[in-house]
């Protein structure tokens, strides 16, 4: 769970000394949430800067990226996958993520599972992103490690086998399709697997009060 307050990446005066050795850091307190943003970087530091819980799930993609492991993240608004797409875009390259939403239509939805599908044998565990390196682009462009889905995409018939966990970014504010998403989403995998699922939720947030009147 993150924390709206510092979001948990440490305290202010962590984050300074942060951004004083480090270029990308520098440009998101530059850039800000309301600061003029020139670059695909500028913009990628603002966006991560802007929100703990992106910050957070920033931390667990790099980390599944380096072992090379297929990860599953949902959100329950367009405009949140919106987001993400783009800074998965800046981040990881355009070919380092699917994505499938309720407006993607059923023929492109399922070219993009295959694609996916495909790219579980050959993901590559580097470390080393896009948006650090634009030679990483090509090489990512073969192996999508990530697919953003909205959380009511998820069928009954999804299956990707290489997942190794599932990231549940923004919840879905019905909480019977919500714990239906869940379910869904832990048996994507390969036949007999049990995936972990990971919910990010801030503290002191709509999100967390919506979860605990969801448990009454």
Known sequence: TADSTDAAVGSPSAAATAAAADPTAAAAAAAGLGGTVTSDVEYLAALVAGSGKLQLLDLMLQEFKAQGKQVLVLAHSSKALELLADYARIKFGPGGYKLADLSTPAAERYAAVQQFNAAAGGSTN????????????????????????????????????????????????????????????????????????YRIVLRHSVDERLLQLADR
């Open 126 to 197: 580097s470390s080393i992103t896009a948006a650090e390196d634009p030679a990483a682009i090509a090489a990512a462009s073969e192996h999508p490690f990530m697919f953003l889905m909205a959380a009511r995409c998820i069928g009954l018939g999804t299956v990707l086998p290489g997942l190794s966990a599932v990231i549940v970014y923004e919840s879905d504010w019905h909480p019977r399709l919500d714990i239906q998403a869940l379910h869904r989403a832990a048996a994507a995998g390969a036949t007999g697997q049990v995936l972990p699922v």
